[in-house]
């Protein structure tokens, strides 16, 4: 299939979300060079595999100025220019660690349920505003680069053993998936595979339950962890 695109279609910008002073830049050279912007996909963000006992406080700093106030920050800069224009999509891939919590992953599953608790809340200040959709995306375990770039106890420490993909959703799959509800203008889609999924349901709806069920899952994941055998969640 050719692409209709032109290189004027296309505009790469590096961009560190911990350096936030450079967003508004940023915002406005997109700006600048297409005229306005649409579509904000905010798929920034580092995952964590350690316990909470054994890990620096500096980690946790870093997870939240990178996966939250480098999202958030950048989300500022277009909202405005949205809000201008009366329209546009802010889509932001949180994660089901979003709506669940989980051992050794602490750090993460705090900085995801931030960004849901900020996304939910912006929503309902945007409500003179129909046309500016605020959707969440909660991938499940997805084949990526995330686990070998993920956060340890202290910050100088990469994990030694990524693991087995082979178990995840295929990318691809979780993108379509992803374009489908930002299309449908779905408020939060829950992207995974059985048994991820059904845990998802059972955390929301029976989280007595769900509790039981992750201590049990969780201590094997645990001892897992500790000796070396890795078992990923996105």
Known sequence: EISSLSDSDILVL?????????????????????????VLVNN?????????????????????ELNYLGTISLTKYVLNHMIQRKKGKIVTVSSVMGIMG????????ASKHALQGFFNSLRTELTDY???????????????????????ENLAKSLE????????MPTDRCARLTLVSVANNVKEAWISDHPYLA?????????????????RMGKRRIQNFKSGIVSVQR
């Not at 845990?199 to 201590?215: E, K, R, S």
């Open 161 to 168: 053993n990524s693991g087995d993909q082979s178990h995840k």
């Open 14 to 38: 590096r961009l560190d979300l911990t350096d936030r002073s450079t967003h508004e830049a940023a915002t406005n050279s997109v700006l600048k060079h297409f005229g306005r912007i649409d």
């Open 102 to 109: 989980a051992p050794l992953a602490t750090g993460y599953c």
């Open 44 to 64: 920034g963000g580092r995952s964590q595999r350690s316990l909470f006992v054994d890990t620096n406080l500096d980690v946790y700093n870093a997870i939240i």
């Open 199 to 215: 845990v998802c349901y059972l955390w929301q709806y029976a989280p007595t339950w769900a509790w039981w069920l992750m201590n």
């Open 130 to 152: 129909p046309e500016i959709s605020i959707i969440q995306i909660c991938p499940g375990p997805v084949q990526s680069q995330i686990i070998q770039n993920v956060f340890t």
